[in-house]
């Protein structure tokens, strides 16, 4: 495997349900981000870990729980969700959190609906 | 307000000719970055090309050219010579940093483009 992988990349869920998004990067990479993208808004972000560390919530709901166990895999678990959660979950790593030049790495996404 | 500004919800062109993606960006920092992504039907978000805010000469990268305008705040990409595998939604982002000190990326809501055989 190279890059950023995600699985599942289609997931279908009901609101009552618990499932998790998982992502792993091959990249020897230390952040590692979830980012939200919804039909026809821009692209969100919703956590940042760097070096295992949450280093940023955008005020992200509760029923959206992130783990990051070490630099090379991230967790999302959902739980009771509602249907305007249904979007692309895009996983993304980069070499740090900040600097001059730090392109962040994306992964193919987990589509996911909510019924 | 919005911080990237991407007025083209849609473009189209003609195979083997360049096109133009607009891009406009508001920030108050002396100090920030600019990237372009493409973003094909699949999903998987790939870098394209990136823009230093100190950067003197605009940023190459293959066919695409990052056409930049720091005194209008604009930051197009140009793409040469455009092929069918071009068509994508294609995201401007600008580099800034939270309260925590986490650098993120602030995305516009992307151009789809489509080149024409």
């Known amino acids: 495997e190279t890059g950023v992988t995600q699985t599942p990349r289609h997931l279908v869920m009901g609101m009552t349900n618990k499932k998790s998004l998982k992502c792993e990067q091959h990249l020897g990479h230390n952040a590692m981000y979830w980012y939200k993208q919804s039909a026809k808004k821009p692209l969100e972000l919703m956590f940042v870990?760097?070096?295992?560390?949450?280093?940023e919530n955008n005020s992200v709901p509760s029923r959206f729980s992130p783990e990051c166990p070490n630099s090379s895999h991230l967790f999302l678990h959902l739980h009771t969700l509602q249907p305007e959660d249904s979007a692309l979950y895009l996983c993304a790593s980069s070499q740090k959190t900040s600097g001059t030049y730090n392109e962040q790495f994306f992964g193919p996404g987990t589509r996911l609906t909510v019924l | 307000a919005q911080k990237i500004t991407q007025t083209q919800p849609g473009m189209f062109v003609q195979e083997k000719e360049a096109v133009t993606l607009d891009c406009t960006y508001d920030?108050?920092?002396?100090?920030?970055?600019l990237f372009w992504y493409k973003q094909p039907s699949s999903g998987e978000m790939i870098f394209l090309i990136y823009?230093?805010?100190?950067?003197?000469q605009n940023a190459t990268e293959g066919r695409y050219s990052l056409n930049f305008q720091k005194a209008r705040k604009s930051a197009n990409l140009v793409i040469s010579a455009s092929q069918l595998g071009d068509s994508a939604m294609y995201f401007c982002?600008?580099?800034?940093?939270?309260?925590?000190?986490?650098?993120?990326?602030?995305f516009g809501k992307g151009t789809k483009l489509t080149v024409n055989p």
């Open positions: 920030t108050s920092d002396q100090s920030y970055g």
């Open positions: 870990y760097n070096f295992k560390e949450q280093t």
């Open positions: 823009q230093g805010s100190y950067d003197e």
């Open positions: 982002a600008m580099r800034e940093y939270s309260q925590g000190g986490s650098e993120k990326l602030v």
